[in-house]
Nanobody, 122 residues
């Protein structure tokens, strides 16, 4: 079993930056695909960024490409999401997820964090 705990969310002005962290415990997550999803009320959870277990492959949603960077430190069992040039439309609850398949489909991920709120003011 893997437990994921996100941190780093908060309130930031448009144009600002935040770095989200997701710490894994319970077993090593070095073999997992890791992803950051986000969700706003009334909408489905969408993949913002996905990172392969090796770190060699990444996916970014078009809406965050060039502004967000996903990375991982397998020695620390931690995955990060660096978010720059934030926009009000980035406001959402951000979830860390871990799974076996390199995919943007939320249902494919077995492990989820509790979520962290990111609010970007205009």
């Amino acid at each position: 079993q893997v437990q994921l705990v996100e941190s780093g969310g908060g309130l930031v002005q448009a144009g600002g930056s935040l770095r989200l962290s997701c710490a894994a415990s319970g077993r090593t997550f070095s073999g997992f695909v890791m992803a950051w999803f986000r969700q706003t009320p009334g909408k489905e959870r969408e993949a913002a960024a996905v990172l392969s277990w090796s770190g060699g492959s990444t996916y970014y949603a078009d809406s965050v490409k060039g502004r967000f960077t996903i990375s991982r430190d397998n020695a620390k069992n931690t995955v990060y999401l660096q978010m720059n040039s934030l926009k009000p439309e980035d406001t959402a609850v951000y979830y860390c997820a871990g799974g076996s398949d390199y995919t943007t489909m939320a249902q494919a991920y077995r492990y989820w964090g509790q979520g962290t709120q990111v609010t970007v003011s205009s």
